[in-house]
């Protein structure tokens, strides 16, 4: 099949792609109304007009962009003052008819007592909110797509440099104000589904978690082809300065291939798992609270030694401490179960990260790729050698505190370990006497549990008479003060009277001896609290 | 664009985590997509294109030459845009530039096509063929894809002669000559009344018979010519002003006499110091004398490609490449000048049995000079300042 090469028909070429993109927005700012009507609708507004309203409204508003093109300036202030008062008039004669005839005498009636308060009803306020958004952004839109195609033409005559300079400025304008206007239009379906029963109690039942959300996908199908036709214009430009003879079948070929290709895409999008996405937004919500506890921890440091300085200048000392920060949230739950098989949740669930990660650092490779001089300017910025310092000056110093921390643990661990073998050694010379007189095993029970508090102390010191020492410990452990007077008195009369030791006082002692390890098992009980 | 993309993309997710909607990441997904669906698209569509350029690659000076470049996508997706450019040199140039953008569905076939002007003698590299292509949103760069390097052999003028004068020693040829010497007696031309001293051999016996008086066979004199044309390249024995106009010159008329040569069923060698294209490094690999049409283009392809440079002394090449000739050849010095060096080495060629025409291509001051001493060696000379001057060997 041959193609006869012909040079672009320049104005018809111009004007259809002008017309389809009008056209474009147009549908655009209907989606936009839909959903803004879903939200009035929840609640409790009929207002499903809006999506006709809207798609006349933008019809309206690129019809009066050319109208007044071509008017002086004084007669363009003067029709605009006109459109801006004929259209929410027009609204309030719509929303009084729909209202019904017999309403209209009482509506008057109530105009004349309270012009303000009756005239802007709240569905009317909320109607001409949505007047104010179509209107603002289809002019914008209609003006930058205007200037768009036009300046495509200078592309014959002007520097190329120039011209796509200028092209891209209003392509970039194009997508900002279709993609902010997106943004209401996925808050609209966003807050329309939401369930807010709790937050708001005038909401009760009215909760409608199917609220559609078609009219989203077909918005942001529309900005894509309509940002498609951009990317033609700014390659048309340059092919008209490079005089490139271009295929006659082109522009049709764009388009209809631009909306296959897209309404591929949606329908795959449409198709593809989103129900593990909970997952991800619960991982963001966690990081982000994550983010708000550092921040305020790090606030709470901050002002701790402020807080402190004022502390001194305070009257009541007893005042309370504040509040510490709110523990770290728990980690998100797991997505819950459903009936389906375990092993395909967990394959669709791998597959979801999976793709949503590639996605991520194939998206951040490409950047790093595409902006290697951007890289380059800042690796040589003063900033970066300090930033660097401070990382490695940083790491250095997490992994010296990781060292320290080991050490301690290590000790910890050590010094734990330590009493309880040698808990285990005395235990067993106490279970197990080995021929050893009833003396002998009470002047043992005695060294046993003064082997025992060795390491975790106070310590008998050389010189100390064991009376002595039982006054130091009991102040110290009060709640061993019977048990350890006892055994003290019991190892006192073994030691050193010359009476033989009672037997069946063993067995005793040996119950004292268990109390005690027992009671040294637990800390110490708070001695202020008993004050 | 790509960072409003990913501005949106930021704020969706967001959004999805504060309301728990999952139907932000349909859109996610939508924007995603696009991107690295358009990226995947353009490199797809490149991988799968087949190409082709087909055109005449061996014309003669003057010919206009229809290039087709046939392209055909072979991937059930299609070309949305291709950017298609062609690249040849202004000798062969038609119009400036030939680049186009074309649409190809899927699987379908193009044929695109330009013109060639074949203007000047020589070997020209015609491509390559340059694709480009981007995604419909313009999110990452256009990627390009270079296809192979053909090339076109623009022969060298050739100028119709009828008579070059040209020498010959060797007897009983196809050439028809003026010397009775050269006798060929599968020639029969007439018959005559006997003379004394006629060789018995030549009695036409039937005649005599007939006639009742002896008659003598005459033959046609003819000759066998065996042609050699040393072609001088070396820029230093040209002329400064005249190194183009000279070499092409000598060329012109290396080709002109080369084609006369075969075109009279006689065979041709050519032997030239100037470099070919296909091999810069060194001197042309002599082409030894041959007749017929294929040894004709093979001399003509050569002296297409052939480039003048600064190289080694006519002299030494003729010395070096003479002694292969046989008894008889003649020899068409092609040069722009003719020193002592040269004629000393013609009488080495003379005494060596090899017959010798100098043709002097371009300006030369000391013409006069080297007539008056060819003429004393019995040397033609002919002198081409131009296109004009081959007339002397149309008459």
Redesign the interface.
């Known amino acids: 099949m041959s193609t006869t090469p012909s040079s672009l028909d320049g104005k018809a070429q111009r004007k259809r792609a002008v017309d389809f993109s009008n056209a474009a927005v147009i549908l655009a700012m209907a989606c936009a109304g839909f959903g803004y009507a879903q939200l009035l609708t929840r609640l409790g507004v009929d207002a499903a007009y809006l999506t006709l309203f809207s798609l006349l409204l933008a019809a309206e508003t690129f019809y009066s962009f050319y109208h007044i093109k071509d008017i002086d300036g004084n007669e363009r202030i003067i029709f605009r003052a006109a459109e801006l008062l004929t259209i929410p008039i027009l609204l309030k004669i719509f929303l009084l008819f729909r209202n019904g005839l017999d309403q209209l005498p009482q509506e008057i009636a109530a105009w004349q007592q309270d012009f303000f308060g009756s005239f802007f009803s709240g569905e009317y306020i909320a109607a001409l909110f949505l007047f104010v958004l179509i209107w603002i952004f289809s002019t914008i839109l209609a003006q930058d797509i205007e200037i768009l195609y036009d300046n495509e033409q200078d592309a014959a005559w002007d520097e190329i440099g120039k011209v796509q300079n200028t092209l891209h400025l209003y392509r970039r304008r194009i997508a900002a104000n279709l993609f902010i206007l997106g943004g209401f239009v996925v808050f609209f379906a966003a807050a329309a589904r939401l369930n807010l029963r709790q937050s708001v109690p005038f909401l009760q039942g009215q909760f409608n978690p199917d609220v559609p959300v078609f009219n989203v996908l077909l918005y942001f199908i529309l900005v894509l082809v309509l940002l498609s036709q951009t990317q033609f214009a700014l390659l048309r430009a340059r092919w008209t300065w490079r005089k490139t003879p271009v295929a006659p079948r082109l522009p049709r070929n764009w388009l209809v291939y631009g909306l296959i290709f897209f309404g591929v895409l949606a329908l795959l999008a449409f198709l593809l798992p989103t129900q593990y996405s909970m997952g991800l937004f619960d991982t963001l919500i966690y990081a982000i609270n994550l983010m708000m506890v550092l921040v305020r921890f790090l606030i709470t440091l901050i002002l701790l030694p402020i807080g402190f300085c004022a502390s001194l200048f305070s009257s009541n000392r007893t005042e309370e401490l504040p509040p510490l920060p709110p523990a770290s949230p728990q980690l998100p739950p797991p997505v819950g179960e459903s009936a389906a098989n375990p092993l395909w949740q967990f394959i669709q669930s791998f597959l979801f990260w999976g793709i949503f990660l590639a996605v991520i650092i194939f998206a951040l490779s490409q950047y790093v790729r595409s902006n290697k001089a951007l890289l380059a300017v800042l690796s040589k910025l003063s900033i970066m050698p300090i930033a660097s310092k401070f990382f490695k000056s940083f790491w250095a110093w997490l992994r010296g505190a990781n060292r320290t921390l080991s050490s301690l643990i290590t000790t910890g661990i050590r010094r734990i370990l330590l009493p309880s073998s040698l808990t285990r050694k005395i235990e067993k010379q106490v279970r197990q006497p080995g021929g050893k007189t009833p003396r002998e095993q009470v002047m043992q029970l005695y060294l046993a549990f003064l082997e025992l508090v060795r390491e975790s102390g106070p310590a008998r010191e050389a010189g100390e008479t064991p009376y002595h020492y039982s006054q130091i410990f009991i102040a110290d452990r009060p709640d061993v003060s019977a048990e350890l007077l006892d055994l003290t008195e019991a190892f006192v009369e073994a030691r050193y009277s010359q009476h033989p030791v009672d037997p069946p006082k063993v067995p005793l002692l040996q119950t004292i001896w268990k109390r005690i390890r027992e009671k040294l098992k637990k800390p110490a009980p708070n001695q202020d609290a008993g004050l | ?1 790509i960072e ?5 993309a930021v ?17 996610v ?6 991107w ?2 358009s990226r995947w ?1 353009t490199g797809h569509i490149l991988s799968a294109l087949q190409f082709s350029r087909q055109f005449e690659t061996k014309v003669f000076p003057g010919e206009t030459i229809a290039v087709k470049v046939c392209i055909r996508n072979r991937s059930f997706l ?1 070309a ?2 291709l ?1 298609v450019q062609d690249y040849y040199p202004m000798e062969l140039a038609e119009q400036p530039q030939f ?5 190809l ?1 899927p699987r ?5 096509s330009y013109l060639l002007k074949a203007q000047k003698r020589g070997y020209y590299p015609v491509g390559p063929l340059d694709f480009s292509s ?1 995604d ?3 999110l990452s ?1 256009e990627q390009s894809l270079r296809g192979a390097v053909d090339h076109m052999t623009v022969y060298p003028r050739i100028f119709s002669l009828t008579n070059p004068f040209i020498p010959s020693s060797s007897p009983m040829g196809t050439l028809r000559h003026r010397q009775p010497i050269f006798e060929d007696p599968s020639r029969p031309m007439g018959k005559r009344d006997y003379q004394a001293g006629d060789s018995l051999r030549r009695i036409d016996w039937k005649a005599t018979a007939s006639l009742g008086r002896l008659q003598t066979k005459i033959f046609e004199p003819s000759i066998a010519l065996e042609t050699a044309i040393f072609l001088n390249l070396n820029l230093d024995e040209y002329s400064p002003k005249d190194w183009t106009h000279g070499t092409e010159l000598a060329i012109c008329a290396a080709a002109s006499l080369a084609n006369w040569i075969i075109s009279k069923r006689q065979s041709a060698g050519l032997y030239t110091n100037g470099a070919d294209q296909l091999n810069l490094t060194d001197s042309a690999a002599p082409i030894p004398n041959r007749k017929g049409r294929a040894h004709l283009m093979r001399i003509l392809e050569t002296l297409a490609r052939i480039k003048a440079r600064q190289t080694m002394p006519f002299t030494q090449y003729l010395r070096q490449h003479r002694h292969g000739l046989s008894w008889g050849t003649t020899l068409i010095l092609v040069s722009g000048s003719a020193g002592e060096d040269l004629f000393d080495e013609i009488i080495q060629a003379q005494r060596a049995g090899l017959n010798l025409i100098l043709v002097l291509c371009g300006w030369f001051t000391d013409i006069h000079e080297a007539r008056a001493r060819a003429s004393s060696l019995g040397v033609t000379v002919v002198n081409l300042l131009d296109d004009d001057s081959f007339k002397i060997w149309q008459t």
């Open positions: 664009m409003t993309l990913i501005g949106l704020f969706l997710l967001f959004l999805g985590a504060f309301t728990q909607e999952t139907f932000v990441i349909v859109i997904y939508l924007g995603v997509g696009a690295l669906l698209w299609p949305v845009w950017r680049h186009q953008v074309a649409t569905g379908e076939q193009l044929e695109l981007g419909l949103l313009g760069a």
